[in-house]
Structures are given as structure tokens and as C-alpha cells.
């Protein structure tokens, strides 16, 4: 589920951006984002970060974030290929303090039909993970001291205890409301949960609300209500337990 939650992170893809191909290098668009990284949908002046894109001479998407003093809060390269626009074939990510100090990278690829995630602290490798096309993950987990831990996910962000559960969940709970069916109405509604160090939703909202049809997100709300198969807290890089927020969608699809 980390990689349907890629949460959300919101993809940014070439075509989104609307950047003209071929793509000059230089060429680049400024995005206001909530202070949960996202896209604003109020307007320019309700935003908490602001991120700046632009095109490498080598093809790169390039994407600083910078906070409302203009510090810089995160880069990102990522590389697309023109067959997969919305999963890009590698992607690097180095998130600073506040003092501007880099305090992790977080390096993604695609290879032989799996996906590789490796963590860095300090150029120490923290977590070294793979998972295949079902998302089956396995890898390990470098705590600062040295000793090591067997995972089976990216712990440093919160997650389902199983895919196959919360899959069977929905399946057996979700209801397609009767209006969106009537008028044929699809959609993928998007939830933001705040996970905390015991594994417990103590906040939730609703990223896409104000885009979204009304009935499938009061739907959303409804099977959230109904959810208790808990959730795992994403670890500091300590291996601690710590709070953090998780995105991931609900899709609604007539035959």
C-alpha cells in the first residue's frame, strides 16, 4: 500500500505541469502547497510551502520546496520515461532542517519489475527495501548503532498492518452511493490520516473534498467509521515509534 499512498507526495508529471515538449531546460512553474504538501485549492494566498519546478538540460524534473521564509525544505529529481508519465524511473529526495542541514535522502527506482527504496543518513544507509508488482516488500532496516532488523516496509512512514486485509475490507463494506450511481459519477477520493505512535487514526480529512462528489465522500467517511484493523506508526530513524500522517485513495468505478 506505500506505493498507492506514495502518499501522495502528488505526482507531477510533465503533461500536469503543463510544460511544452520538447521541454526546455530552465523552464520552470511555481506550486502552492498545504501544509501537507499538497496542491492548494483556495488560491495562492492559503499556502504553507511553495514548490518551484523546472526541467534540467538532462531531462530531470526538478522540484524545490521552500517554507514560507524561503528556506528550502526539500529537493527532488525524478526522471520519467514516456511510456510510464505518472511512475518515474528513479527519483531522488534530500529533506533539510530547518538550518538548512540535510537530514535524509531517500533514493527510489524501478528495475526489473521491482521497485527499490534505499534511505540515507549521514551517506550511512539506513533502509535498503524492495517490492515486487504486489507489493510484497522486504529489506533491512540499519539502526544507528549498527544493528540490524528484517522489515517489510518503508517503517519510516505509516501504513496498513496488510493490503490484502484493507482489500478485503473494502470489498465486503464499501457501497456505491445510489445518486453517483444514477448519474455515473466515478471519482478517486483521497484521505489524509494522522497516525500516532501507538498506531491509532487521531486525525483524518479529506485531501480532495472540494473536487469531489459529495455522496462519495460521505461514503468515505462512513466506511472509515466502520475501519478497526488499526494501522502501523511510522519509526523515526532511531527505530522510535513517532506520529505521522498517511495518504492513500478510495476508488469508485461503475462496471
Same mark, same amino acid.
Not at 99 to 127: C, H, I, Q, S, W
Not at 225 to 232: I, K, L
Given at each position: 500500500?506505500?506505493?498507492?499512498?506514495?502518499?501522495?507526495?502528488?505526482?507531477?508529471?510533465?503533461?500536469?505541469?503543463?510544460?511544452?515538449?520538447?521541454?526546455?531546460?530552465?523552464?520552470?512553474?511555481?506550486?502552492?502547497?498545504?501544509?501537507?504538501?499538497?496542491?492548494?485549492?483556495?488560491?495562492?494566498?492559503?499556502?504553507?510551502?511553495?514548490?518551484?519546478?523546472?526541467?534540467?538540460?538532462?531531462?530531470?524534473?526538478?522540484?524545490?520546496?521552500?517554507?514560507?521564509?524561503?528556506?528550502?525544505?526539500?529537493?527532488?529529481?525524478?526522471?520519467?520515461?514516456?511510456?510510464?508519465?505518472?511512475?518515474?524511473?528513479?527519483?531522488?529526495?534530500?529533506?533539510?532542517?530547518?538550518?538548512?542541514?540535510?537530514?535524509?535522502?531517500?533514493?527510489?527506482?524501478?528495475?526489473?519489475?521491482?521497485?527499490?527504496?534505499?534511505?540515507?543518513?549521514?551517506?550511512?544507509?539506513?533502509?535498503?527495501?524492495?517490492?515486487?508488482?504486489?507489493?510484497?516488500?522486504?529489506?533491512?532496516?540499519?539502526?544507528?548503532?549498527?544493528?540490524?532488523?528484517?522489515?517489510?516496509?518503508?517503517?519510516?512512514?505509516?501504513?496498513?498492518?496488510?493490503?490484502?486485509?484493507?482489500?478485503?475490507?473494502?470489498?465486503?463494506?464499501?457501497?456505491?452511493?445510489?445518486? &453517483?450511481?444514477?448519474?455515473?459519477?466515478?471519482?478517486?477520493?483521497?484521505?489524509?490520516?494522522?497516525?500516532?505512535?501507538?498506531?491509532?487514526?487521531?486525525?483524518?480529512?479529506?485531501?480532495?473534498?472540494?473536487?469531489?462528489?459529495?455522496?462519495?465522500?460521505?461514503?468515505?467517511?462512513?466506511?472509515?467509521?466502520?475501519?478497526?484493523?488499526?494501522?502501523?506508526?511510522?519509526?523515526?530513524?532511531?527505530?522510535?515509534?513517532?506520529? &505521522?500522517?498517511?495518504?492513500?485513495?478510495?476508488?469508485?468505478?461503475? &462496471?
Amino acid at each position: 500500500m506505500n506505493d498507492l499512498v506514495k502518499c501522495i507526495g502528488v505526482v507531477l508529471w510533465f503533461g500536469f505541469l503543463g510544460f511544452s515538449r520538447p521541454t526546455h531546460a530552465q523552464e520552470r512553474k511555481i506550486i502552492h502547497l498545504d501544509a501537507h504538501f499538497l496542491p492548494t485549492e483556495s488560491g495562492e494566498d492559503d499556502h504553507t510551502y511553495s514548490k518551484i519546478v523546472t526541467v534540467s538540460a538532462e531531462g530531470e524534473l526538478v522540484e524545490k520546496t521552500y517554507d514560507l521564509n524561503y528556506t528550502l525544505v526539500s529537493v527532488k529529481k525524478s526522471l520519467f520515461e514516456e511510456s510510464e508519465p505518472l511512475d518515474p524511473l528513479w527519483e531522488e529526495e534530500t529533506h533539510y532542517s530547518s538550518d538548512g542541514v540535510p537530514m535524509y535522502t531517500e533514493f527510489k527506482y524501478r528495475k526489473d519489475n521491482a521497485k527499490y527504496t534505499k534511505v540515507l543518513v549521514d551517506e550511512k544507509l539506513v533502509l535498503d527495501l524492495i517490492c515486487d508488482n504486489s507489493l510484497s516488500c522486504e529489506g533491512t532496516f540499519v539502526a544507528p548503532s549498527g544493528e540490524e532488523e528484517t522489515v517489510d516496509r518503508d517503517i519510516f512512514k505509516p501504513s496498513l498492518p496488510s493490503v490484502k486485509v484493507w482489500q478485503e475490507f473494502l470489498a465486503k463494506n464499501l457501497s456505491y452511493p445510489q445518486s &453517483a450511481r444514477n448519474t455515473r459519477t466515478e471519482g478517486e477520493i483521497w484521505i489524509g490520516l494522522k497516525i500516532d505512535e501507538y498506531g491509532e487514526q487521531v486525525e483524518r480529512f479529506i485531501v480532495n473534498r472540494a473536487s469531489s462528489d459529495p455522496s462519495l465522500v460521505k461514503e468515505v467517511e462512513r466506511i472509515l467509521d466502520r475501519y478497526t484493523g488499526g494501522f502501523v506508526p511510522a519509526r523515526t530513524i532511531y527505530g522510535n515509534p513517532t506520529a &505521522a500522517w498517511m495518504y492513500l485513495p478510495i476508488r469508485f468505478r461503475l &462496471a
